[in-house]
């Protein structure tokens, strides 16, 4: 299997995916700009979306993924299905007791993520929270689907699943927002039932892929089914490792929280202002550090398994190059050519100029971490394809303490945009202690020539940054609004002459991407 061209796979679908995730955010922004509601529609969604990367996206697959690639290397593909239908029976009856109290405490859980908005926002977060909270179940159970598949090395629909969530919400968006006003009740309510619905949508697209690999989840739906799934041996070792990694991943949404709290004392749209701006950091984000993430874990829980460190450290070598060829461009843009990225994507309508100056302002925030966010997705795995969760947790919990120190100094300063840059150096710090305790483990030894292509990498970027700063400086992106069709072509115009610089400066500079196709 090409790993790179697994990979770029991945990266394509996410692509599609974060193209209509972008125009998700781009019909909340236009409709309703940055204000009150939306802000209440971002925490509600936040809560089950958080509680997703805590549960499904986090915890549970970096403990899930390497024992299944492990089963399935030592034990075969019969003992791998006893332990998916173990997990899956589990899991179903962990996530039907979770729905059920998260809909109940809705109230404390809004309170705790948005206790800064007004009364009107706080009660239509409530209602939303409800409404949306069931779609954490669905998601976890996708979050298995995909652990499964992946390990089979079916990367396409676990990549492509996220565009029907995006499309639902944009379908119930335009369509039942005048319905809902109707009801009397505030018209971004129809975003919450778009979420809802693209979650069921979601988990049944699963079925097909499962079925034809024949690894379909049998769920144990009696007591005595359950009894018999949790006696399981790797439900017990799952469970284990569940404990620090649920530490380690929940650090990081304790984070979260913290940040969408102050944001919502800040000032009025803050929220709204840092949720658009980590859109823009997700695109570089799922393009590569979900796309790595994917195809790393469950390669690097087989050479665990088989015991060949080279080709261990081989590959985080390889994860970690690409990381710097692609990142470090990316991040450059976020920090240069922020307000002419926002400015060209939500200024519309109810998003107005005050908005994009604040908006840009957190984008380039993230551009500081955007490094240490995407490298974070390559070390990590190298401790879990070990089931070692605890060093990156003890690593999580300095950097938690860390970051809000780095709050207390940068929020004062910059607002909005100290939030989107704590986090960002915090990163930085967690993947230098990441990568520090993988080369003293000696489960990573860098291969030759790393200086010379980090200084090719690091050159091209400048020359690209350069480009783009004058580009930013020497044209009036807000004032170019009035023709939107032109300013799409100046964008357009802008990116692809930097794409263009960057690689060709590094073709000049004697740096092949050939070099990094890899097969396992």
């Not at 590569?288 to 070598?317: E, M, N």
Request: charged share 10%; aromatic share 10%.
């Amino acid at each position: 299997m090409n790993l790179l061209r697994a990979a770029s796979l991945i990266s394509i679908f996410t692509l599609v995916s974060r193209i209509t995730g972008l125009m998700r955010e781009q019909m909340v922004a236009a409709m309703f700009g940055a204000g009150v509601l939306s802000d209440a529609f971002l925490v509600a969604f936040r809560i089950p979306n958080m509680l997703r990367r805590l549960f499904a996206e986090g915890a549970f697959s970096q403990a899930f993924v390497p024992v299944l690639a492990a089963t399935r290397a030592k034990h075969g593909d019969e003992a791998t299905r006893d332990l998916i239908d173990a997990v899956a029976s589990v899991l179903a009856w962990a996530l039907a007791a979770t729905c059920v109290i998260g809909v109940l405490a809705a109230p404390v859980l809004v309170w705790m993520l948005g206790s800064g908005m007004p009364d009107k926002g706080q009660d239509a977060a409530v209602v939303m929270t409800r409404w949306m909270f069931p779609y954490i179940g669905c998601m976890s159970m996708v979050a298995l689907a995909a652990g499964i598949l992946n390990t089979w090395k079916r990367f396409m629909v676990p990549a492509v699943t996220p565009v029907i969530l995006n499309l639902c919400v944009l379908a119930f968006g335009w369509w039942m927002t005048p319905v809902v006003a109707d009801w009397g009740c505030p018209p971004i309510y129809s975003m919450a039932v778009g979420v809802m619905v693209g979650g069921v949508l979601q988990l049944l697209i699963q079925f097909p892929a499962l079925s034809r690999i024949g690894v379909r989840p049998r769920i144990a739906f009696r007591p005595s089914g359950l009894r018999r799934a949790s006696t399981h041996p790797g439900v017990g070792t799952i469970l284990r490792q569940m404990g620090p990694a649920l530490l380690g991943v929940g650090v990081a949404q304790l984070s979260l929280l913290i940040n969408t709290q102050i944001s919502s004392h800040i000032a009025e749209g803050a929220t709204s202002w840092l949720n658009y701006a980590d859109r823009l950091m997700e695109f570089p984000m799922a393009l590569l550090g979900v796309a790595l993430g994917s195809v790393l874990t469950p390669q690097l829980s087989a050479a665990q398994a088989k015991d060949d460190g080279q080709q261990y450290s081989d590959l985080l070598d390889w994860g970690l190059r690409l990381v710097l060829l692609f990142g470090l461009p990316c991040a450059v843009a976020l920090l240069v050519f922020a307000e002419p990225l926002v400015a060209v994507l939500y200024h519309r309508k109810a998003f107005l100029a005050v908005d994009v100056v604040n908006t840009g302002h957190a984008v380039m925030g993230w551009g500081v971490g955007l490094m240490g966010l995407l490298a974070i997705k390559v070390l990590a795995p190298g401790f879990y394809a070990k089931q070692d969760t605890r060093t990156p947790v003890r690593i999580a919990i300095g950097v938690l303490a860390l970051t809000q120190l780095f709050n207390l100094i940068f929020v004062p300063l910059v607002g909005v945009a100290g939030l989107a840059l704590s986090i960002g150096l915090g990163a930085m710090v967690n993947a230098f202690w990441l990568l520090r305790g993988l080369r003293r483990q000696g489960s990573y030894r860098p291969v030759a020539g790393w200086w010379l292509f980090a200084l090719k990498v690091a050159l091209a970027s400048a020359a690209m940054g350069v480009l783009q700063w004058q580009l930013a400086q020497r044209l009036d992106w807000i004032a170019l609004g009035k023709t939107e069709g032109l300013r799409a072509l100046w964008m357009a115009g802008s990116l692809g002459a930097s794409a263009l610089l960057y690689f060709l400066l590094l073709t000049v500079m004697g740096l092949r991407l050939r070099q990094f196709m890899r097969r396992a």
